[in-house]
């Protein structure tokens, strides 16, 4: 196995997803198994817990339920992240849950995911909880999609059978203006067409799964990002031999910062020029996104934790009102009126749920307008009042700076995943008035 550099840009976040026994943590184990990135002793757990179960063959499903209630159940329930690599490229694997209940923890998995490989049982084809996970991952803006048709094996290795369900689904995609889409047929129980090509399928000319995975395009190579800081940290030692040292730490969620650059500071819209940057206590000309380094600036502004670092001729708009489509993850609902606490990178604001203008209908695409409420798994759009401006991105712009988490002030609960902007062709619902009788801004 060759060494890769050390670099982010080797690496594939990816997710999976699918209804409840379409075969993801069997796929994952395989593809875990037959890439050789599972050691001796988790193969012969996995092998002794199968045997014990009266299985002849280890079932590799086991390979990434990790939770006993997982095992025992033979459901996935929590998000199971695995990491792995190949001579090609890193990966960062999320397996997340298939029930409509756990929809939210897709939500989570997939969030950060380069690529989705979502599952359908051949012989079922395209189902609602297919469709749920393709609507959330085009919200999300995955990238790319991998749609797996897994169990060709019970559909005779037959190609019509796999080209209807590839027509279909593609038209599907289609409708939501979603991401780019690969369909593969697969037999995970047996390993076809998920590291090795399958004897099985020979109409098939197209890569396996860990083929497509190792050389699909990087979003990050795909298009220059615009530069953000989110400030972490304000370091001043003010030590004999550091007086007057005043630098900005935090990691770049977009784009890259040089020496020399003209940067504007948010909310409060001041200017410099950045005389140094420091990573891994060496200074460094150029620094990128993801890398995690402190900025020295020429002027000595006021600036703290929360505040964003931007390129001077290209800083984001602040604002009070914000718009975005999100995905309620809470037990307890999210209503009109809600006051919550609003996490923007590394800010957090008081904010005000001031409409609920409409609800996603996953079946059809539809919007259910002003539903008054979010319930858990719901999508939907929201509109918020912020106690102070938010330098935001859209996140059709910025999946980073364009993304926060609505929390509930209370107890610390994370409530709902927002993405601002719109990200289905909703209709601009009538303002709604807000009950903010109070709120102190």
């Not at 990491?83 to 890193?90: D, L, M």
């Not at 076809?192 to 099985?200: P, Q, Y």
């Amino acid at each position: 196995m060759s060494v890769l550099s050390d670099t982010a840009a080797d690496t594939l976040r990816f997710a999976t997803a699918g209804s409840v026994d379409d075969g993801k943590s069997t796929l994952v184990g395989r593809l875990l198994h037959d890439s050789k990135s599972v050691l001796a002793d988790q193969l012969e757990a996995v092998a002794h817990a199968s045997r014990n179960r009266g299985q002849a063959a280890p079932d590799l499903a086991l390979l990434t339920d990790g939770l006993r209630a997982e095992r025992e159940q033979g459901i996935t329930i929590d998000v199971a992240y695995r990491y792995f690599a190949t001579p090609r490229r890193r990966f960062i694997l999320a397996d997340t849950p298939g029930h409509v209940q756990y929809t939210r923890n897709m939500v989570t998995g997939a969030s950060t995911a380069e690529l989705t490989i979502i599952l359908v049982d051949a012989r079922n084809g395209v189902v609602e909880q297919t469709r749920r996970h393709t609507a959330i991952a085009a919200l999300l803006r995955v990238p790319q999609i991998v749609l797996a048709v897994n169990k060709m094996d019970l559909v005779g290795y037959q190609e019509p059978a796999f080209a209807a369900i590839a027509e279909q689904y593609t038209a599907y995609v289609k409708e939501l203006g979603g991401p780019e889409v690969t369909v593969i047929p697969i037999c995970a129980l047996a390993g076809d067409n998920v590291v090795d090509s399958s004897a099985h399928m020979d109409w098939y000319s197209g890569p396996t799964v860990l083929e497509h995975l190792e050389t699909v395009p990087l979003s990050d190579h795909l298009a220059p990002l615009t530069a953000r800081l989110p400030v972490q940290y304000v370091i001043r030692p003010q030590s004999p031999g550091h007086p007057d040292y005043r630098g900005y730490a935090g990691r770049i969620a977009e784009g890259t910062f040089r020496t020399g650059q003209q940067v504007r500071v948010l909310p409060s819209g001041r200017t410099s020029t950045i005389t140094a940057i420091e990573r891994l206590g060496r200074p460094v000309e150029t620094a990128w996104a993801l890398q995690s380094v402190t900025v020295l600036l020429h002027d000595d502004l006021d600036i703290s934790r929360g505040d964003l670092i931007v390129p001077a001729a290209d800083a984001p708009a602040t604002t009070r009102e914000v718009t975005a489509t999100v995905c309620h993850v809470a037990d307890q609902p999210l209503t009109t009126g809600h006051r919550v606490l609003l996490k923007h990178g590394t800010r957090t604001v008081k904010a005000l749920v001031t409409d609920i203008p409409s609800r996603l209908t996953l079946e059809d695409l539809s919007p259910y307008p002003h539903p008054g409420q979010l319930v858990a798994n719901d999508i939907g759009q929201v509109r918020l009042r912020t106690a102070e401006p938010l330098p935001l991105d859209t996140y059709a712009h910025s999946r980073r700076t364009g993304s926060f988490i609505l929390i509930d002030p209370a107890d610390g609960t994370t409530l709902t995943a927002g993405m601002v902007g719109e990200s289905f062709a909703l209709p601009d619902p009538a303002a709604h008035a807000a009950k903010d009788e109070g709120w102190d801004f």
